[in-house]
């Protein structure tokens, strides 16, 4: 049997300034058959995508093993670009001092901003190993691997997101057309989320076929069964057989 990979993603950008609906894509495909989604900085997108490290004819451990370096190394320029322009001094001279007592303001307000820095940015990325499908969730600090559990969420919405492909018993051996419908209703249930936008875009990539997009038309077909599910439990015939 051959894996199936369904990823689904808003589209909705969020900046210092406010958040809106782009037209641009959140998820990044390589060569038909591997998928790469931001969430955070929309502005690290194309510098990861474009990074000469990434070289997706290598194996998905190595390449997420790539993506999860090239993390780690955008943290640390920020930090060297914060470094230099604070107190004029780099990151070689804090690792050097690192063994060295020093008792001043400067120093431990420079440790706490080594500490608590984040990026603030996560990928998805997933993929092939032949005809098994392999998903991974990547920030500066972890790379785990999520294939034997068969999905994963990532930005603001994960909770709501991970919650609804639980409840509805979602695991590799579903079909796909349930499962399209299920990461549909994940993403859908998510958008309780202030920044979790209602614009739709849901592919479903194949280890040895083109990735087919999801048309508008089906994806308004899945709105529908949405809408028809939600109101299901409210105007069902049943409920009038509740002794209260």
Known sequence: NKDVLVVCADKMISTATGQFEHEQ?????????????????????????????????????????????????TRFKQLENWLVSRYGIHIQDVITNLNTEIKNQYYED??????????????LFCGFEGNKARVYMITEQE???????????????????????????????????????????????????AGIGEETELHIIYPDKPTKKLSNEDLKILKDIYDEEAKLGKNHTKLSQIKI
């Open 143 to 193: 790379n785990n691997e999520f294939s034997r559990i068969g999905f994963h969420s990532i930005g603001g919405g994960w909770q709501q997101s991970q919650s609804t492909l639980l409840f509805q018993g979602q695991n590799s051996k579903v079909d796909l057309k349930t499962t399209i419908y299920n990461v549909f209703k994940a993403k859908k249930n998510s958008q309780i989320i």
């Open 25 to 73: 894509s959140k998820i990044k495909l390589f060569d038909e058959h591997f998928a790469l989604m931001l969430s955070g900085n929309p502005l690290l997108f194309d510098e990861i995508i474009n990074s000469p490290e990434i070289n997706i004819q290598e194996s998905i451990q190595i390449t997420s093993n790539k993506l999860f370096q090239i993390l780690i190394g």
């Open 110 to 123: 420079i440790m706490k901003t080594f500490i608590s820095h984040s990026i603030g940015t996560e990928l």
